[in-house]
Every structure is written in structure tokens, then in C-alpha cells.
């Protein structure tokens, strides 16, 4: 299933006949496949662990899986070729507020130091992207950031993560701890960048005020398989629904029910059993994370 057909020559996502799981669990993704083209702002939907997050991380290059057509990003392998993070092309922002240091591996970034520390620190910036940025998000620069609020740490956070212009930008529930006003800023600068530079957004997102005339397409994950994956404009139920969050409410409410239904099973012993027996388990070399 696919979000829109992918074009020969595509910069966007393609991911084709995917296998992952974590180490001892059963498989989450079977066969899984996803595109999305360029240009897209695509909404990723699902309940609390149907694999939003995982699969973000997959085409953020952060899981090993398969080989290197699998997951493809930009046309390049999303774990294997590195540069399409280094060059800020492949953008990651999910909730983890840390960086990666060497050796010492993530480190948070709460110490004793300002924004424009941070901000400011990043080579290669373009002095007018970074000034929007700090207008944008409304962030005073001699915040200290062992001192500021979940919010405003955000704000830095997501400053930092956009200094870079990106060609795919994947998105992790990061506007959660934003104002009203400082999200829909942000959103139409989403929209800008998407519109203008044919960027490619994948958003996982519980909130959907103003969704509606933002997003272009959607995929809906329910326990790692993609039910749904097309554009907004095609969505059956929004014809006739007032908004989003109700046409997704109906969605997960039927997925909770549906899961009730299900006959009660000796859970260790069948994770056990469809584990060893998989030919998708993941060995050391694919739980392989970075």
C-alpha cells in the first residue's frame, strides 16, 4: 500500500517488503511497504504502540533492517549511507532531549548554558533561516537551559534541528509541549518549506487542530500494518465528518474494540514460540541500532 505511487526518480520515501522486530519479540513489521512523495506532508496515525515511533526511527536510519533497497530515503539506504543525516538532507525530531557525543554516547542537554550558546553553535547556519527560527519560536536567547520550562526546551530543540534546510523531515509528537500560537507558526513553516523546496514531512502526531487543511496525505498503523495510506482529499470519512480527530477517533475505537474481541492467550508462551519460529526474527546484527 502506498501513500501516493512512487515516480521513477524519486527523492521522497520508499520502503518495500520490510522485516523488523526487536530482540525476543515477535515481529511488528511484516511486509511492510509505504511511499511518500515529494512534496508531501503526511500524517502518520495510530494508537500507542502500533509502531509510529519505531518506523520514524527506521527512516531516520537509527534501525538496521534488511538490505539496502528496503527502506530508501532520498534514493539512498537510510542506514547505510550516513551522509543524508550529516548533510542535514534526513532531519529526525522526536522526544528525546540529548545529543549524540562520540563515545559518550546521548548526552542531555540541560546544563548550565544559554540558547544562543546552542544555537549559535551550529556551523554552517544561514544567518537569516536562523533568525526566523528564533522569531518563530519565540525563543529569548539568554534562556539558560537547565533553567526553562518543557516548552521552551522544545523550542530550542526543534530550533536546532531546523537551522539545516531539510529534504525529508521526520516529525515525533515534538509540537506536544508547544503553545497554540507558536504551533500553527510552525506548521505553515512546515507548509512553506514542503510548498517551496518540495521538502517531504512525516508527522506523527496525537493533535490534530488544524490538521485538516495542513496535512496532504495520511497513513494509519494499527499494530505494524499500514490500514490506510492516502491522500486527504481522498478520505471517505472526512467527506462527511466536521474534522479530523473524529474520523481518527472512530478509527481507534474500532481498533480498541476489535482488540477486546480477541481470544485471551498464554502471552509468554506464544511470544516465545512465534519468536524462535520467525524467519524474521531479529538477530544481533538486525536489532542493530544507532
Same mark, same amino acid.
Given at each position: 500500500?502506498?501513500?501516493?505511487?512512487?515516480?521513477?526518480?524519486?527523492?521522497?520515501?520508499?520502503?518495500?517488503?520490510?522485516?523488523?522486530?526487536?530482540?525476543?519479540?515477535?515481529?511488528?513489521?511484516?511486509?511492510?511497504?509505504?511511499?511518500?512523495?515529494?512534496?508531501? %506532508?503526511?500524517?502518520?496515525?495510530?494508537?500507542?504502540?502500533?509502531?509510529?515511533?519505531?518506523?520514524?526511527?527506521?527512516?531516520?536510519?537509527?534501525?538496521m533492517?534488511?538490505g539496502?533497497?528496503v527502506?530508501?530515503?532520498?534514493?539512498?539506504?537510510?542506514?547505510?549511507?550516513?551522509?543524508?543525516?550529516c548533510?542535514?538532507?534526513?532531519?529526525?525530531?522526536?522526544?528525546?532531549?540529548?545529543?549524540?557525543?562520540?563515545?559518550?554516547?546521548?548526552?542531555?542537554?540541560?546544563?548550565?548554558?544559554?540558547?544562543?550558546?546552542?544555537?549559535?553553535?551550529? &556551523?554552517?547556519?544561514?544567518p537569516? %533561516?536562523?533568525?526566523? !527560527?528564533?522569531?518563530? !519560536?519565540?525563543?529569548?536567547?539568554?534562556?539558560?537551559?537547565h533553567?526553562?520550562?518543557?516548552?521552551?526546551?522544545?523550542?530550542?530543540?526543534?530550533?536546532?534541528?531546523?537551522?539545516?534546510?531539510?529534504?525529508?523531515?521526520?516529525?515525533?509528537?515534538?509540537?506536544?509541549?508547544?503553545?497554540?500560537?507558536?504551533?500553527?507558526?510552525?506548521?505553515?513553516?512546515?507548509?512553506?518549506?514542503?510548498?517551496?523546496?518540495?521538502?517531504?514531512?512525516?508527522?506523527?502526531?496525537h493533535?490534530?487542530?488544524?490538521?485538516?487543511?495542513?496535512?496532504t496525505h495520511?497513513?494509519?498503523?494499527?499494530?505494524? &500494518?499500514?490500514?490506510?495510506a492516502?491522500?486527504?482529499?481522498?478520505?471517505?470519512?472526512?467527506?462527511?465528518?466536521?474534522?479530523?480527530?473524529?474520523?481518527? &477517533?472512530?478509527?481507534?475505537?474500532? &481498533?480498541?474494540?476489535n482488540?477486546?474481541?480477541?481470544?485471551v492467550?498464554?502471552?509468554?508462551?506464544?511470544?516465545?514460540?512465534?519468536?524462535a519460529?520467525?524467519?524474521?526474527?531479529?538477530?544481533r546484527?538486525?536489532?542493530?541500532?544507532?
Amino acid at each position: 500500500m502506498a501513500v501516493e505511487e512512487e515516480k521513477e526518480g524519486s527523492m521522497g520515501i520508499r520502503v518495500h517488503g520490510m522485516q523488523f522486530s526487536y530482540e525476543w519479540q515477535s515481529p511488528l513489521f511484516v511486509d511492510f511497504k509505504l511511499n511518500v512523495s515529494p512534496g508531501s %506532508r503526511c500524517l502518520l496515525l495510530g494508537a500507542n504502540g502500533s509502531g509510529k515511533t519505531t518506523l520514524l526511527k527506521i527512516l531516520a536510519g537509527k534501525h538496521m533492517v534488511g538490505g539496502r533497497d528496503v527502506v530508501r530515503v532520498l534514493n539512498g539506504s537510510a542506514f547505510h549511507d550516513t551522509h543524508l543525516v550529516c548533510s542535514g538532507d534526513l532531519a529526525y525530531l522526536g522526544g528525546s532531549w540529548s545529543k549524540t557525543i562520540g563515545s559518550a554516547g546521548d548526552v542531555p542537554l540541560q546544563g548550565d548554558f544559554s540558547a544562543e550558546h546552542m544555537i549559535f553553535g551550529v &556551523e554552517g547556519a544561514d544567518p537569516d %533561516r536562523r533568525n526566523k !527560527l528564533i522569531e518563530l !519560536l519565540d525563543i529569548d536567547l539568554q534562556w539558560r537551559m537547565h533553567k526553562v520550562s518543557d516548552g521552551q526546551r522544545r523550542r530550542v530543540q526543534i530550533c536546532l534541528g531546523l537551522l539545516h534546510p531539510f529534504k525529508v523531515l521526520l516529525l515525533d509528537e515534538v509540537t506536544v509541549d508547544l503553545d497554540v500560537v507558536t504551533r500553527m507558526d510552525l506548521l505553515e513553516f512546515f507548509k512553506e518549506e514542503c510548498e517551496q523546496r518540495q521538502a517531504t514531512i512525516v508527522y506523527a502526531t496525537h493533535i490534530f487542530d488544524g490538521l485538516e487543511t495542513w496535512a496532504t496525505h495520511l497513513a494509519y498503523i494499527q499494530a505494524g &500494518e499500514l490500514r490506510k495510506a492516502e491522500k486527504l482529499s481522498d478520505v471517505d470519512e472526512l467527506k462527511s465528518s466536521a474534522n479530523l480527530l473524529s474520523v481518527v &477517533e472512530t478509527w481507534l475505537r474500532a &481498533e480498541t474494540r476489535n482488540e477486546k474481541k480477541k481470544p485471551v492467550q498464554n502471552t509468554a508462551q506464544t511470544q516465545k514460540t512465534s519468536v524462535a519460529s520467525s524467519p524474521f526474527f531479529s538477530s544481533r546484527h538486525m536489532a542493530y541500532y544507532r
